[in-house]
C-alpha cells in the first residue's frame, strides 16, 4: 500500500481544532520540523500537544507557542522556551509535567493497549496527587494511565512508502513509540525510499503504525542549548 502524501500541508488538513498530537523528538532532535511549520500556518487551534519539550523561541514547537495555538501541554522538561514560562506563569497555558520515565513508559502503554500500570516514581509528590497509589512488595507505588493522542507527528531518517520507518541515534528516543500510540500517524522522513530499500531487520517501526508518509525538506537540526569554552 503506498501511503506517500504530497507534504506537510496536506498531512495537516487532517487536524481540526481541539485535536490531540504527540509530536517526537528529544530536544530539537528528531522533531518533524515540516510538520510544526505547516501546523503553524494551518491556524487550527485549542491543540493538546504531547512532547518530551516544547521547543525553543522561534523554533519547534516554540512557533506553535507563539502563535496561541495550543491550549496544553504534556511534556517532561521544558526549560528553554520563555514564551513557554510566561504562559504557564500567566495561566493561558495548561501544562501536565511527567517524570520522564514515567512519560515514556504511558506513551508506550498507550501503543501497546495497556490500561495502565504502577510505578515508584512520583510518589509522595504533586505528581501522585488524585491517583492511585499501592504498595507493591513493600515500595509505594502510583498508577498512571496511558497516553493517546489523535495524531502521532514523527520524524525519520529513512522511510519507505509503504511507512516503514528506520531512525538516526538520538531521533530514536520517542518517535518509535509514538508511532505506535497516535491514531493516525504522520511521518515526515528525511530519505523516502521504495519498498524493499530498507533492509527488514532494520526497520525500527513497521508500517502498520503509519498512514501517511512523506520526504521532508530543509531541515535544519538546531542546537538546543550551544555551550562553547571560552578560549
Request: hydrophobic residues 40%.
Amino acid at each position: 500500500m503506498d501511503k506517500v502524501i504530497s507534504g506537510a500541508v496536506e498531512a495537516v488538513r487532517l487536524v481540526q481544532d481541539g485535536a490531540s498530537i504527540m509530536v517526537g523528538g528529544f530536544g530539537l532532535c528528531g522533531i518533524p520540523e515540516n510538520l510544526i511549520v505547516a501546523l503553524r500556518d494551518s491556524g487550527v487551534r485549542d491543540l493538546t500537544i504531547i512532547s518530551n519539550n516544547a521547543g525553543v523561541d522561534g523554533f519547534g514547537l516554540g512557533l506553535l507557542l507563539e502563535s496561541r495555538l495550543v491550549k496544553k501541554i504534556i511534556g517532561t522538561y521544558v526549560g528553554e522556551n520563555q514564551e513557554f514560562e510566561r504562559q504557564c506563569l500567566s495561566g493561558e497555558l495548561e501544562v501536565e509535567l511527567v517524570p520522564q520515565g514515567t512519560f515514556a513508559e504511558r506513551i508506550r502503554a498507550g501503543g501497546a493497549g495497556i490500561g495502565g500500570f504502577f510505578t515508584p516514581a512520583g510518589y509522595g509528590t504533586v505528581v501522585a496527587e488524585g491517583k492511585e497509589t499501592r504498595m507493591i512488595d513493600g515500595v509505594p507505588h502510583v498508577f498512571e494511565r496511558p497516553l493517546k493522542a489523535d495524531f502521532a507527528f514523527v520524524k525519520a531518517w529513512r522511510g519507505d512508502r509503504a511507512g516503514n520507518l528506520v531512525y538516526r541515534k538520538t531521533a530514536r528516543n520517542f518517535n518509535p513509540m509514538m508511532a505506535t500510540a497516535g491514531r493516525v500517524t504522520i511521518a515526515e522522513v528525511e530519505h523516502l525510499l521504495d519498498p524493499g530499500g530498507i533492509e527488514p531487520d532494520h526497520v525500527h517501526t513497521p508500517g502498520i503504525y503509519v498512514q501517511h508518509v512523506f520526504e521532508g525538506i530543509g531541515h535544519e537540526k538546531r542546537i538546543e542549548r550551544r555551550r562553547v569554552r571560552q578560549a
